[in-house]
């Protein structure tokens, strides 16, 4: 069973930076997709930051792009998401989710619902 655990949430001010962390339980993470969602309360999960299984790729929500950046290590099983510039609109559980073969398509990213492995998640608050 894979396994997924986020950390390096907390609380921070606006105009801060967190970087999150997820380590993946798996002896072939290196072919997964891996993708960073949010939920915020009340809202639906959202569509975060996702990073090809070899990295080459990525893709960002237009309300982080240029302010988070997403990347992995496959030799420490791990990817990050760099968070700068936090606002008070970023506050939400994020959570990680792995995507092993066969990978998705791109336009398939976007959609919580195609993601087969997620993390319990880990809280992020943007806050004066």
């Known amino acids: 069973q894979v396994q997924l655990v986020e950390s390096g949430g907390g609380l921070v001010q606006p105009g801060g930076s967190l970087r999150l962390s997820c380590v993946v339980s798996?002896?072939?993470?290196?072919?997964?997709?891996m993708a960073w969602f949010r939920q915020a309360p009340g809202k639906e999960r959202e569509f975060v930051a996702v990073?090809?299984?070899?990295?080459?790729?990525?893709s960002y929500a237009d309300s982080v792009k240029g302010r988070f950046t997403i990347s992995r290590d496959n030799a420490r099983n791990t990817v990050y998401l760099q968070m700068n510039s936090l606002k008070s609109e970023d506050t939400a559980v994020y959570y990680c989710?792995?995507?092993?073969?066969?990978?998705?398509?791109?336009?398939?990213?976007?959609?919580?619902?195609?993601?087969?492995?997620w993390g319990q998640g880990t809280q992020v608050t943007v806050s004066s």
């Open positions: 990073i090809s299984y070899r990295g080459g790729s990525t």
């Open positions: 989710a792995a995507d092993p073969p066969p990978q998705l398509i791109r336009s398939a990213w976007y959609d919580s619902k195609n993601w087969d492995y």
């Open positions: 798996s002896r072939t993470f290196s072919t997964y997709n």
